[in-house]
């Protein structure tokens, strides 16, 4: 996954500060490849993160593709805003999931130490709004792309209402973005 990862990153993505961000990403400074996307639900293993980063990018260029959301809801994005917002919508979790064991019984009714992800972010500055954050640091988004990043999670996270929908009716990729990582976490994995 994380050469696949690394090809739709380095072919879609070459503004300003791209390669630093990449780098950052590959560096022992991040567990981004190795990470999972949970504790419990969708990815949660490793390697989930950029499963379900590269699945995210996946359903987001296919949403955007359908004539109906290019002619109705002017959803008309560059490949480079399709694969940003994809790719690293969830870089927030980068550093964020930890290892630790627990016992449990298993099929003979024997105590046993199992692995299993607990979450410890050392930056709680929200979900969508500190990918943002983090992706700023390296290269600019666009207004669109960042309101996209914040609000992937959409009415998940407990937030003001109508900030969500404001930014659904103000940005078309906010919505779009949020579909495609609905459609990845809840038909695409496990």
Same mark, same amino acid.
């Given at each position: 996954?994380?050469?696949?990862?690394?090809?739709?990153?380095?072919?879609?993505?070459? %503004?300003?500060? #791209?390669?630093?961000?990449?780098?950052?990403?590959?560096?022992?400074?991040?567990?981004?490849?190795?990470?999972? #996307?949970?504790?419990?639900?969708?990815? =949660?293993?490793?390697?989930?993160?950029?499963?379900?980063?590269? =699945?995210?990018?996946?359903?987001?260029?296919?949403?955007?593709?359908?004539?109906?959301?290019?002619?109705?809801?002017?959803?008309?994005?560059?490949?480079?805003?399709?694969?940003?917002?994809?790719?690293?919508?969830?870089?927030?979790?980068?550093?964020?999931?930890?290892?630790?064991? %627990?016992?449990?019984?298993?099929?003979?009714?024997?105590?046993?130490?199992?692995?299993?992800?607990?979450?410890?972010?050392?930056?709680?500055?929200?979900?969508?709004?500190?990918?943002?954050?983090?992706?700023?640091?390296?290269?600019?988004?666009? %207004?669109?792309?960042?309101?996209?990043? %914040?609000?992937?999670?959409?009415?998940? =996270?407990?937030?003001?209402?109508?900030?969500?929908?404001?930014?659904?009716?103000?940005?078309?990729?906010?919505?779009?973005?949020?579909?495609?990582?609905?459609? #990845?976490?809840?038909?695409?994995?496990?």
């Amino acid at each position: 996954m994380k050469e696949k990862f690394i090809d739709i990153y380095r072919t879609h993505v070459t %503004r300003e500060g #791209a390669n630093e961000l990449l780098d950052y990403l590959c560096s022992d400074k991040s567990d981004f490849f190795t990470a999972p #996307a949970s504790t419990i639900y969708h990815g =949660n293993h490793e390697g989930g993160l950029v499963e379900h980063s590269i =699945n995210v990018y996946e359903c987001l260029a296919d949403y955007l593709s359908r004539p109906r959301v290019k002619e109705l809801y002017g959803g008309n994005y560059t490949a480079e805003t399709i694969a940003v917002c994809g790719l690293l919508h969830d870089v927030c979790k980068i550093g964020c999931y930890k290892t630790s064991m %627990r016992n449990v019984k298993d099929e003979n009714g024997r105590w046993i130490q199992k692995p299993y992800y607990t979450f410890d972010d050392d930056m709680p500055y929200g979900h969508g709004e500190k990918s943002v954050y983090i992706v700023n640091g390296f290269m600019r988004l666009s %207004r669109e792309e960042a309101f996209a990043i %914040r609000y992937h999670m959409g009415f998940a =996270n407990v937030q003001d209402t109508r900030n969500i929908t404001k930014a659904f009716k103000m940005y078309p990729l906010a919505l779009a973005l949020y579909t495609a990582d609905m459609e #990845a976490a809840y038909y695409l994995e496990e």
